[in-house]
């Protein structure tokens, strides 16, 4: 029988394909990951109340989010790391003399500080979740461990040099992730990893973001999905299929675990 492991599996592009559906040979083969020991658990820049119904199809309690900041073990949360305030306050105030909106990111929900914009709509409707609600004074009284920037590719560099606290990760070209300096996906396995102590040959990653490069880098057996970009593939050890060519599925099966 192969030793226990432990396999991190990003979301977006990796567990599900570009419609946001979960391949079935993807359930199939976490469900055979599961009946041989293996602990799987989800890596993602998602918070959890937008992959909640994903946890449970797949029966996983051991999770990543928001890229690293809020870590939870088998149910239980073992790592919060909320974006500094008083710099998220004047990023907000900046943003908005610049007219690029916020979103605010909790564990439980996500709130915006305009009514409405364009750039909202257009790239939260790829994640397939609901409009964030107005609520501009929501992270006064609230632990912020993401915030979506909402801004055309380049205008991120004036944050970038604004805001040495903050980490700016681009997902899609009208909105950028932000982030405690120094966080990552790789930060947040490893407070897990505090946890459930496997030895780090026995630890696995599948990812296909540019949030994914220091998981891939950190990880001991990290794999890159073949629709990932060239970029991501370079920092991985290996490469598996596409996401809607069975790509975890074969993963798995090149790496020996099914």
């Known amino acids: 029988m192969t030793a226990q492991s432990v396999l991190f599996f990003d979301i977006d592009g990796t567990l599900l394909d570009h419609n946001k559906e979960l391949p079935n040979s993807t359930k199939e083969a976490i ?33 990543v989010s928001y890229n690293g900041q809020y870590v939870v073990v088998k149910g239980e949360v073992a790592y919060k790391n909320p974006l500094h305030r008083p710099s998220l306050e004047k990023l907000t105030n900046d943003a908005l003399k610049n007219n690029h909106p916020v979103v605010y990111m909790s564990p439980t929900v996500m709130r915006s500080n305009v009514p409405e914009h364009a750039f909202i709509t257009e790239s939260i409707s790829t994640l397939k979740m609901e409009m964030p609600s107005h609520d501009p004074l929501y992270y006064q009284d609230n632990d912020i461990f993401q915030t979506l920037l909402f801004c055309e590719e380049g205008e991120e560099k004036q944050y970038e040099e604004a805001f040495p606290a903050f980490d700016f990760v681009r997902w899609h070209p009208l909105s950028v992730d932000v982030l405690p300096k120094g ?36 990880v001991t057996n990290s794999v890159a999905m073949g629709n990932a970009e060239e970029i991501v593939k370079s920092h991985a050890k290996y490469v598996t299929k596409p996401v809607d060519q069975d790509g975890i599925y074969h993963g798995l099966k090149m790496l020996g675990l099914l």
């Open 183 to 218: 966080g990552s996906k790789a930060q947040g396995i490893e407070q897990a990893m505090q946890k459930l102590q496997f030895a780090k040959e026995h630890q696995y990653a599948f990812g296909d973001g540019l949030n994914d490069i220091e998981m891939l880098e950190s």
């Open 31 to 63: 469900q055979q990951l599961k009946a041989k020991g293996h602990v799987v658990a989800i890596a993602t820049g998602r918070g959890p109340f937008m992959y909640k119904r994903l946890r449970e199809e797949l029966g996983i309690d051991t999770y």
